[in-house]
């Protein structure tokens, strides 16, 4: 990860940091039927994770979480949405690692600041379930890429408080279950009973984010004094 160069030698000299926390908040989706980031659609999100401070500014993080993703044509972009008239209500469990940077040093004892920014980016993977595959065919363990940023509070020695924004890039256009059907036709698919409004564009990979709000636990090991001789 881009976040690990250039690591600060003196990191050897500090405290390990080690912290174990939770992550709750809202989770929601953007694709074919909900076409831009909209809190009305935030369902739960939940989370569990293990952070390890490499130094004073950087770290890495491991993290498990469930998302529970809905959305409908209730608020229709177009006309043909309106027809459509989808809807949709899944559940993902990700896997993610992510490399982390902190604007400001704020978990030093002697450090002025209690607060920092930071950004983070990694690598993931999710499973999708509770879906309806209908007419398609696809794998429900998918890869992503995970990134955002977020604010961090130092409550005390062990305790810290955050809230995070994170972003989740796919590679998959069927966590709506709307993506581009098969035609046997030139121009829009059709079905038994005319034109069928059940499209989507296959280019158009979707997309979920998280809002969270953090509390971990922070473990604190101090190095032993090394004899110079």
């Not at 940091?17 to 989770?27: I, L, N, P």
Request: charge should be neutral; glycine fraction near 10%; charged fraction near 20%.
């Amino acid at each position: 990860m881009i976040f690990f160069t250039g690591a600060n030698l003196k990191s050897q000299e500090l405290p390990t940091y080690k912290e174990v926390g939770v992550a709750a908040g809202g989770a929601a989706y953007i694709g074919e039927v909900v076409k831009s980031v909209n809190p009305l659609y935030l369902r739960p999100s939940i989370g569990m994770f293990y952070r390890q401070n490499m130094n004073e500014f950087m770290g890495w993080r491991a993290q498990l979480t469930y998302n529970n993703l809905s959305g409908d044509d209730s608020r229709p972009a177009d006309n043909f949405s309106d027809r459509r008239n989808s809807s949709f209500n899944v559940s993902i469990l990700e896997l993610m690692a992510v490399g982390e940077f902190h604007f400001l040093d704020y978990r030093q004892i002697k450090s002025p600041y209690k607060t920092s920014p930071y950004i983070f980016a990694g690598l993931g993977g999710f499973w999708l379930f509770g879906d309806d595959p209908g007419p398609y065919s696809y794998s429900n363990i998918q890869p992503v890429i995970p990134f955002g940023a977020g604010m961090k509070w130092k409550l005390n020695r062990h305790w810290h408080l955050g809230v995070e924004l994170g972003f989740r890039k796919t590679f998959f256009d069927y966590i709506d279950g709307v993506s581009e059907l098969p035609d046997t036709n030139a121009g829009l698919n059709k079905g038994a009973n005319g034109y069928s409004y059940q499209y989507g564009n296959k280019y158009d990979n979707d997309w979920y984010y998280n809002l969270h709000f953090t509390l971990n636990y922070v473990i604190i090991k101090i190095p032993c004094p090394v004899d110079p001789n």
